[in-house]
């Protein structure tokens, strides 16, 4: 599968960008999508990610209450909606997908699962 991420750019703090992450190919009941980010020098770290195939959800604890993770199925769409940015979010966005729950993708490694390039979030306070 290939795994195209879209959507990032530059905002002011407090303000909102949408993320989406098309897949070309077949995402199976089995997997989970999931959302990256990396902040230069610091690790890869899981943001948001949904089953495929039911509601089942995780959100890192900073991210709380100020990102929803949502997929399209039809159109093997997965979205990362983010309110209320602040300069803590600006990172390099990464979309993966993995075969597991949305929680399990935290143990994912750049050589595990699909990945799509990286789409740059900055912040700006």
């Known amino acids: 599968v290939q795994l195209q991420a879209s959507g990032g750019g530059s905002v002011q703090a407090g303000g909102s960008l949408r993320l989406s992450c098309a897949a070309s190919?077949?995402?199976?009941?089995?997997?989970?999508m999931g959302w990256f980010r990396q902040a230069p020098g610091k690790e890869r770290e899981l943001v948001a990610a949904?089953?495929?195939?039911?509601?089942?959800?995780y959100y890192a604890d900073s991210v709380k209450g100020r990102f929803t993770i949502s997929r399209d199925k039809a159109r093997n769409t997965v979205f990362l909606q983010m309110i209320n940015l602040n300069a803590a979010d600006t990172a390099v966005y990464y979309c993966?997908?993995?075969?597991?729950?949305?929680?399990?993708?935290?143990?994912?490694?750049?050589?595990?699962?699909?990945w799509g390039q990286g789409t740059q979030v900055t912040v700006s306070s």
């Open positions: 993966a997908r993995n075969v597991g729950s949305p929680r399990s993708m935290m143990g994912m490694t750049p050589a595990s699962g699909s």
């Open positions: 190919g077949r995402i199976l009941s089995s997997h989970s």
């Open positions: 949904t089953a495929w195939s039911d509601s089942r959800t």
